[in-house]
């Protein structure tokens, strides 16, 4: 499964990679990170082979709702599934996501065993 992880906190790739060591070693996972909205568009547009992505909702440019708008309104085929991260778990933001598509929303800090299981990996 790929995973592409949207964060302007470079950090969550090290996060991510060491939560992550078993099932990428065992190659149930492949994770690609963008560092921007706009990254992940590049990225989307060139090699539209993520099955799974995971955006960070306030970044600084292209926020993290304004990239989901994006995603779904261009990726219909195979859809990308897409849950939101932020730190702030408001209904305002919530609201707003679900109503843009989004398949799901977690806080930050992530829950990686929470994520795993939602993945259906790991257990």
């Known amino acids: 499964m790929k995973i592409l992880v949207v964060d302007d906190e470079k950090d969550m790739q090290m996060l991510f990679e060491q939560r992550f060591r078993k ?5 149930l996972v492949e994770f690609v990170f963008a560092f921007s909205g706009e990254e992940a568009i590049t990225y989307l547009n060139g090699n539209h082979q993520a099955v799974l ?12 709702l304004e990239l989901l ?3 779904k309104k261009k990726y219909k085929t195979p859809p ?8 702030y778990g408001d ?16 806080t930050k800090p992530v829950d990686f065993s929470l994520l795993k299981e939602k993945l259906k990996i790991g257990f």
């Open 91 to 106: 209904k305002e933001n919530y609201d707003t996501a679900m109503r843009l598509g989004a398949d799901d929303f977690l």
């Open 69 to 71: 708008e994006q995603i």
């Open 23 to 27: 099932e990428i070693r065992e190659k």
């Open 80 to 87: 990308p599934i897409v849950m939101m991260v932020t730190a």
């Open 53 to 64: 992505i995971l955006s960070d909702i306030n970044m600084p440019g292209m926020s993290g």
